[in-house]
């Protein structure tokens, strides 16, 4: 007879959320749904200008579509059910819902993060190789770039959540967090967690060195020849094309690290949902915002686009 190893002893898992009195949960819930269709409206605009507007079809803004699709993801899977959260103080969840949770996070996060790695060999080839752009960054090469980028971010996630699956849940069943991350998900598990969190600490710390010594490598090189450029102008021409990456990046990077980095014993659960909040709901809420402020040929697009409409 084959074990049943997903089956769970728990009938479902409790999210408890932020636990707010009745008028904070009303104000929350507002504030968290004007985000969400901020986001949404923000990055499917992106994703529409790029489509459309000759001028955007080049790699740096191919890549920053898929950005956008990236966050579309990442919000829908947390928000709407935070918003339930929210009203609600809490909710049940089946196990296998968590898991399916988990797995689509996990997905768009790690996507991201390997798309933000390749925009900045992007702009590492605009700025120090000008005259071989084209040549490089040509459309096969960028679509090879971003269907990678996709395939890694299922399949390294596809093995964790396999893992995950396999795991018994007997213990406790409430979760103190907005939605099913992998350390309060794990920590709820009666079985052996040793081979998921070994499984987990191998995919993820190897990726997030690489992918950090690569992003800061190519804007070491960036800044290099951008010091070499004689012009003032020319030198702000120059960083103006990175900026709104690097602000991105640093954002991005800078809450997963806080969030995942430092040890569970370290900050409290408020301050992990706090964390979490800035990397789930308020960055992909900001890219679109940072790079349209930040960019003239999208505010150009979005003129041309709002003119062409009225």
Request: glycine letters at 4%.
């Given at each position: 007879?084959?074990?049943?190893?997903n089956?769970?002893?728990?009938?479902?898992?409790f999210?408890?959320?932020?636990?707010?009195?009745?008028?904070?949960?009303i104000?929350?819930?507002?504030g968290?749904?004007?985000?969400y269709?901020?986001?949404?409206?923000?990055?499917?605009?992106?994703?529409?200008?790029?489509?459309?507007?000759?001028?955007?079809?080049?790699?740096?803004?191919?890549?920053?579509?898929?950005?956008?699709?990236?966050?579309?993801?990442?919000t829908?899977?947390?928000?709407?059910?935070?918003?339930?959260i929210?009203?609600k103080n809490?909710?049940?969840?089946?196990?296998?819902?968590?898991?399916?949770?988990?797995?689509?996070?996990?997905?768009?996060?790690?996507t991201?993060?390997?798309?933000?790695?390749?925009?900045?060999?992007?702009?590492?080839?605009?700025?120090?190789?000008?005259?071989?752009?084209?040549?490089?960054?040509n459309?096969?090469?960028?679509?090879?770039?971003?269907?990678?980028?996709?395939?890694?971010?299922?399949?390294?996630?596809?093995?964790?959540?396999?893992?995950?699956?396999?795991?018994?849940?007997?213990?406790?069943?409430?979760?103190?967090?907005?939605?099913?991350?992998?350390?309060?998900?794990?920590?709820?598990?009666?079985?052996?967690?040793?081979?998921?969190?070994?499984?987990?600490?191998?995919?993820?710390?190897?990726?997030?060195?690489i992918?950090?010594?690569?992003?800061?490598?190519?804007?070491?090189?960036?800044?290099?020849?951008?010091?070499?450029?004689?012009?003032?102008?020319?030198?702000?021409?120059?960083?103006?094309?990175?900026?709104?990456?690097?602000?991105?990046?640093?954002?991005?990077y800078?809450?997963?690290?806080?969030?995942?980095?430092?040890?569970?014993?370290?900050h409290?659960?408020?301050?992990?949902?706090?964390v979490?909040?800035?990397?789930?709901?308020?960055?992909?809420l900001?890219?679109?915002?940072?790079?349209?402020?930040?960019?003239?040929?999208?505010?150009?697009?979005?003129?041309?686009?709002?003119?062409?409409?009225?």
């Amino acid at each position: 007879m084959i074990p049943r190893h997903n089956q769970s002893t728990v009938p479902e898992l409790f999210l408890l959320g932020f636990q707010l009195l009745h008028r904070s949960r009303i104000i929350l819930f507002l504030g968290l749904l004007v985000v969400y269709m901020l986001t949404l409206t923000g990055n499917l605009l992106i994703i529409i200008l790029v489509s459309v507007t000759r001028c955007l079809h080049s790699p740096m803004y191919f890549f920053l579509s898929h950005l956008s699709s990236c966050d579309i993801i990442l919000t829908t899977t947390i928000i709407p059910n935070l918003l339930y959260i929210t009203l609600k103080n809490g909710r049940p969840m089946t196990v296998s819902g968590c898991i399916t949770q988990l797995h689509l996070f996990s997905c768009s996060v790690v996507t991201e993060c390997f798309l933000l790695t390749m925009m900045s060999y992007d702009r590492y080839v605009a700025v120090c190789k000008p005259l071989q752009y084209v040549t490089i960054m040509n459309f096969s090469f960028c679509l090879s770039l971003i269907v990678l980028s996709w395939i890694l971010g299922f399949l390294l996630t596809l093995i964790v959540t396999v893992l995950i699956s396999h795991l018994t849940f007997c213990n406790s069943h409430y979760i103190d967090h907005f939605f099913c991350d992998f350390a309060p998900l794990v920590q709820l598990s009666c079985s052996d967690t040793s081979v998921v969190r070994t499984v987990v600490y191998i995919i993820a710390f190897p990726e997030m060195v690489i992918e950090s010594v690569f992003i800061i490598s190519t804007y070491f090189c960036i800044f290099l020849a951008i010091h070499r450029i004689s012009s003032t102008t020319g030198r702000q021409k120059a960083f103006s094309t990175c900026s709104s990456h690097l602000t991105i990046v640093c954002t991005y990077y800078g809450t997963i690290i806080a969030i995942y980095a430092v040890p569970s014993g370290e900050h409290s659960s408020g301050m992990n949902k706090i964390v979490s909040l800035i990397y789930t709901i308020v960055t992909p809420l900001l890219n679109p915002i940072i790079y349209s402020l930040r960019n003239q040929e999208i505010k150009t697009a979005i003129i041309k686009l709002l003119q062409y409409i009225y």
